[in-house]
């Protein structure tokens, strides 16, 4: 629905949000991540590290799979909407080679001071169906005229 309006009139409790789909998680992407992050722990970099550390190879940033949260639910809401919180919980670890699809459903919709709300239920999931990032967003929406 990029770049289209959703409008609050539209959305009904319980739809889906139209998942979204990342090509797999690449060592370069993690590279590249951490340089425009400032974020160099060698986690998400250096194979002994991580190794070291306990996790068996390096892990994506969290913040990276945060960001992929927020680009679905910003691309489904459009232009005309606005995020106005998103609250996201870290379930799982992110790898190379992971295949991430952002996936989504509406709770709830009210009217508060103004605005059209609609509280929504994202999340992020591995090939093999892990959550790996639970996430609660509300949008507010135009109105129908």
Request: with cysteine; hydrophobic share 40%; proline share 3%.
């Amino acid at each position: 629905m990029a770049g289209q309006t959703v409008y609050f009139d539209d959305v009904n409790v319980g739809d889906e949000i139209p998942s979204l789909a990342k090509d797999p998680i690449t060592e370069v992407q993690l590279v590249k991540y951490a340089g425009a992050s400032g974020d160099f722990n060698p986690i998400h970099t250096v194979h002994h590290y991580a190794e070291k550390a306990g996790l068996g190879g390096v892990i994506a940033h969290g913040m990276l799979s945060m960001g992929f949260v927020g680009q679905h639910v910003t691309r489904w809401m459009g232009e005309a909407g606005e995020l106005k919180r998103l609250k996201v919980r870290f379930a799982a670890m992110t790898r190379p080679g992971d295949v991430i699809t952002l996936k989504g459903k509406i709770l709830g919709k009210r009217e508060t001071g103004g605005d059209s709300l609609v509280d929504c239920e994202l999340w992020a999931e591995k090939q093999d169906g892990t959550r790996t990032v639970a996430a609660n967003a509300t949008v507010a929406l135009p109105r129908r005229k």
